[in-house]
């Protein structure tokens, strides 16, 4: 099983900054990793796929980048209403998994 | 634009049967190239693939959960469903469903997901 380690675990920012998210894999995934926003009470949305590719609808402000083993998510400017968790996810190989997420708390 | 709708009870007793339904609406739960797909998150936890089913029945399982799961599609009624069989406390979670893609022979990203259903187990 491929194990996805996500850090920092919480990342306190204010509005404006920048926020960078890392997810590394246990063993390469070439692109395959994508990026999940989950906001409190919501089921989680696809922010960006196969490493930095982004969504349809999703802001230019995030962006993702890297492949193989060591992978980051860039949230140029925080918004209000980037404060979320993030996930990483990964389809290089079954089962698949998902890191243990980053919570980008208002500092 | 492709939703899906959950249903199911919130509640189920220790030993029983959990058993959830998504019904897919937007497109048709037939096409070849999607599977259809179960993610769990405990409370204040992190995600966990269940496992997905497409729509001639072919299934991927989390090997950790593999024996006690059963995902099943009904086309008529456009739906996939999920059986897990004797719960404990530790399957307390909120259980999404959502659609997984397959781009060239592999699948591609959960998207879009379900509402989700906190599903609780205590008698």
């Known amino acids: 099983e491929i194990v996805l380690t996500q850090s920092p675990a919480t990342l306190s920012l204010s509005p404006g900054e920048r926020a960078t998210l890392s997810c590394r894999a246990s063993?390469?995934?070439?692109?395959?990793l994508a990026w999940y926003q989950q906001k409190p009470g919501q089921a989680p949305r696809l922010l960006i796929y196969?490493?930095?590719n982004r969504a349809t609808g999703i802001p230019a402000r995030f962006s993702g980048s890297g492949s193989g083993t060591d992978f980051t998510l860039t949230i140029s400017s925080l918004e209000p209403e980037d404060f979320a968790v993030y996930f990483c996810?990964?389809?290089?190989?079954?089962?698949?998994?998902f890191g243990g997420g980053t919570k980008v708390e208002i500092k | 634009q492709l939703q899906l709708q959950q249903s199911g009870p919130g509640l189920v007793k220790p030993s029983e049967t959990l058993s959830l339904t998504c019904t897919v609406s937007?497109?048709?739960?037939?096409?070849?190239?999607?599977?259809w797909a179960w993610i769990r998150q405990p409370p204040g936890k992190g995600l966990e693939w269940i496992g997905n089913?497409?729509?001639?029945?072919?299934?991927y399982y989390s090997p950790s959960l593999q024996s006690r799961v059963t995902t099943s599609v009904d086309t008529s009624k456009n739906q996939f469903s999920l059986k897990m069989s004797s719960v404990t406390a530790a399957d307390t979670a909120v259980y999404y469903c959502?659609?997984?893609?397959?781009?060239?022979?592999?699948?591609?990203?959960?998207?879009?997901w379900g509402q989700g259903t906190l599903v609780t187990v205590s008698s």
């Open positions: 196969d490493a930095s």
């Open positions: 996810q990964q389809r290089s190989d079954w089962p698949l998994t």
């Open positions: 089913i497409n729509y001639s029945g072919n299934t």
């Open positions: 937007g497109a048709s739960i037939s096409r070849s190239d999607y599977y």
């Open positions: 959502a659609r997984l893609p397959v781009v060239a022979g592999r699948v591609n990203w959960f998207d879009p």
């Open positions: 063993q390469s995934l070439s692109s395959y």
